[in-house]
Every structure is written in structure tokens, then in C-alpha cells.
């Protein structure tokens, strides 16, 4: 595993899994068109990726702690139920987790397979460019909610939205946003949701990975990989820094810069596999 590809890697992906603008297509278009050792067919590939989803795992519970915290006091304090506010959200949280969840653990194997396919994966980044630019025009329609309206059902509605992000080049921050400004929540409230519903997934991700990991140990530079893990982590936490700044700030268009990168990233990456 070369050094600057795997620190590059890392960087990239901390970034692009907060970014609306697909880790998973990311780390399989630049890896190609870069001529990278590092890529999904590579035996380290697997392994390495672990480190980097729990890294930004770890780096979201860090950010959002309070609210973390605040989620798992009310749910203790509810026994379970719903009769606390923090309560609520929590369950809303699970509701949305779901859908993500269950086709990712059906459908894992029928997924893998886009993943050998980068034209394809730079004509759904297109797509994923489209919808953003399409949802800040959806949120000049719709109100400005807080989180706590934020019903079971839209709730559940997002979570089908997240499950989008299993095909490479859909971005899991981009569609669940977008999900929740359709039910009328603000960008800031939208993000808000959609950062605390990533970070079960993402580390489940992870987690699910770990004995795989284990079994190819002696084969990683552990030292390097756990470094990345970190760099990786830090830049999740920088990412979800400037993202929260940038939806309190931007009230329309938010999205759209994003949506101009993914359609010429596609086009730039099409253009070069002609060459």
C-alpha cells in the first residue's frame, strides 16, 4: 500500500463522506482514473476502508455529542417510550436507520458488482449532481420546520433516501438532506439529521467488516492504516464543521455548487476514458 496514495485516500474520504457528493464513487473513480495501487479490486482495499468508516464514525459521535448524549438521556429517561422529546428524535433516528440497514445486508452482493463499472458510476454522480441542484429548487417550496415535527413516516422517508447511497455515485448526505427539506424541515435541521443518522451506519459499515480485518492483519502496515483511520477522522470533523456553517448561512442554492462538481466530475472522468 504506497504511503501518499493511502494519506491521499484518507483526506478524500473524510471529505466525501460528508460532502453531498459520494464517498463511494469517489473512491472508486479517482483510484482509476489515477492509476492507483489502491483501488476496490486491491486485497488491502477492504481492510483499509474499515479503518477509514470507523474513523469518521468516531469523528461524527465527537461533533454531535451533546446531542448524542442528550438523545440517549431522553431515551433512558422515557424507558423506551416516546413521552420525552429527546425520546422521540432518538426513535426517529431508528426509524430512519432501517431501510439502509436491511437492503444494504440483502442487496450487498448485487451492489458489489457497480462497483466494477466506473462509466457507470460517473453517469449516476451526474444523476446525484442533478437531484441536488433539483432539491434547492424544492427547498424554496417548502417551510422551514424544526426537527422536533419531524414525524415517524418522513422519518422513515429519509431512510428509504439514505438507502439510495448504497449505489456508488448517489451521495448519502445529498439524498437524505434533500429528503428532509422535502418535509419541510430547514437545511440546518435537515443536516442536522442526516449527520446523526450516519453515524450508526457508517460504523456499522465498519464494524461489520472488522473480522475480515482481523484475518488479513499480517498482511496491512497497521501503523500507517491506523494513522489514516485518524487524518481520516479529522477531516470527517472538519467536513461536518463547514457543512453545518455553510446550511445555517445558505438558505437557498446550498446545494447547487455541489451539483455543478458531481455533473463535471462525471463529464471530466467520461471525457478521459475516451482518451
Given at each position: ?18 460532502f ?9 473513480i479517482?483510484p482509476?482514473?489515477?492509476?492507483w ?43 423506551g ?28 452482493k ?12 460517473l ?16 427547498r ?14 418522513n422519518?422513515?422517508?429519509i ?59 499480517a ?14 477522522g ?22 447547487r ?6 455533473i ?12
Amino acid at each position: 500500500m504506497p504511503t501518499m496514495q493511502a494519506v491521499l485516500f484518507a483526506i478524500m474520504q473524510g471529505i466525501t463522506e460528508l460532502f453531498p457528493i459520494s464517498s463511494l464513487g469517489h473512491g472508486v473513480i479517482l483510484p482509476e482514473l489515477l492509476g492507483w495501487q489502491l483501488h476496490p479490486a486491491s486485497e488491502a482495499f477492504l481492510p483499509f476502508m474499515v479503518v477509514l468508516h470507523l474513523g469518521t464514525a468516531l469523528a461524527l459521535f465527537h461533533f454531535f455529542r451533546k446531542d448524542w448524549f442528550r438523545l440517549i438521556g431522553g431515551f433512558v429517561r422515557a424507558r423506551g417510550g416516546d413521552s420525552d422529546p429527546e425520546a422521540r428524535l432518538m426513535w426517529r433516528l431508528f426509524i430512519g436507520t432501517v431501510p439502509a440497514g436491511l437492503l444494504g445486508l440483502l442487496l450487498e452482493k448485487k451492489l458489489k458488482v457497480l462497483f466494477g463499472s466506473v462509466d457507470i458510476i460517473l453517469v449516476v454522480l451526474m444523476i446525484n449532481g442533478v437531484i441536488l441542484i433539483a432539491g434547492d429548487g424544492l427547498r424554496r417550496r417548502t417551510g422551514g420546520k424544526p426537527l422536533e415535527e419531524l414525524t415517524p413516516l418522513n422519518a422513515l422517508r429519509i431512510g428509504f433516501a439514505q438507502a439510495l447511497a448504497l449505489i456508488p455515485g448517489i451521495s448519502r448526505s445529498g439524498v437524505t438532506l434533500i429528503a428532509g427539506i422535502s418535509t419541510g424541515l430547514d437545511y440546518a435541521s435537515a443536516a442536522r439529521f442526516s449527520f446523526l443518522l450516519a453515524t450508526p451506519i457508517i460504523a456499522a459499515a465498519g464494524i461489520l467488516e472488522v473480522p475480515k480485518m482481523l484475518k488479513m492483519g499480517a498482511h496491512l502496515d497497521l501503523a500507517l492504516v491506523g494513522a489514516c483511520g485518524v487524518l481520516s477522522g479529522a477531516f470527517a470533523w472538519l467536513s461536518t464543521w463547514a457543512l453545518m456553517r455553510w446550511f445555517n448561512k445558505h438558505e437557498i442554492q446550498a446545494l447547487r455548487p455541489f451539483g455543478v462538481y458531481c455533473i463535471l466530475l462525471g463529464l471530466a472522468g467520461l471525457a478521459l476514458r475516451q482518451l
